[in-house]
């Protein structure tokens, strides 16, 4: 199953994989797009299975975007599921390391490997370690 939501300047695309269902990113999130996130976020958690929020092709996110995957994921968590995201690069890295996000999700570079580590995770994830920010 895939759904897909369209702007002018954001779109996400849901899609139902193995074991997770992933949302993919794209243009920018700020507060006049994230609704269709938002409506993807409540729709796809309603599950309580594990979501996969891959940022790859996300170009620019402000603190309306940060604080809609924040709330999504401890929404999620609420219905026994998780909120992961994949792909987080620059510029969009860095509002996560400057506010400290970076640290509240487990990250993984791509979706296959976020799939295969959970092949593997027995138990809750570990922090992921802080490296030094990001630069411009």
Same mark, same amino acid.
């Given at each position: #199953? #895939?759904? &897909? ?10 899609? /139902?994989?193995?074991?997770? &269902?992933?949302?993919? *990113? +794209?243009?920018?999130?700020? @507060?006049?797009? +994230? ?5 993807? *976020? ?14 790859? %092709?996300?170009?620019?996110?402000? /603190?309306?975007?940060?604080?809609? *995957?924040? @709330? ?13 995201? !994949?792909? *987080? ?5 860095? #509002?996560?390391?400057? $506010?400290?996000?970076?640290? !509240?999700?487990? !990250? @993984?570079?791509? !979706?296959? &490997?976020?799939?295969? +580590? ?7 994830? &570990?922090?992921?370690?802080? $490296?030094?920010?990001? $630069? %411009?």
């Amino acid at each position: #199953m #895939m759904a &897909t939501a369209n702007g002018e300047r954001f779109a996400v695309e849901v899609e /139902s994989v193995p074991g997770a &269902t992933v949302l993919a *990113l +794209a243009g920018e999130l700020d @507060h006049d797009t +994230a609704e269709p996130l938002r409506q993807a *976020l409540d729709t796809a958690r309603q599950g309580g299975g594990r979501l996969l929020v891959d940022l790859s %092709r996300l170009e620019f996110c402000d /603190s309306t975007g940060l604080n809609v *995957l924040l @709330h999504g994921r401890l929404a999620a968590g609420n219905v026994g599921g998780s909120l992961e995201l !994949v792909g *987080l690069h620059r510029p969009v890295e860095r #509002m996560f390391y400057i $506010t400290g996000a970076d640290q !509240v999700f487990r !990250v @993984h570079p791509d !979706v296959e &490997t976020a799939l295969s +580590a959970e092949q593997r995770r027995s138990q809750e994830p &570990t922090a992921r370690r802080r $490296t030094a920010p990001p $630069t %411009r």
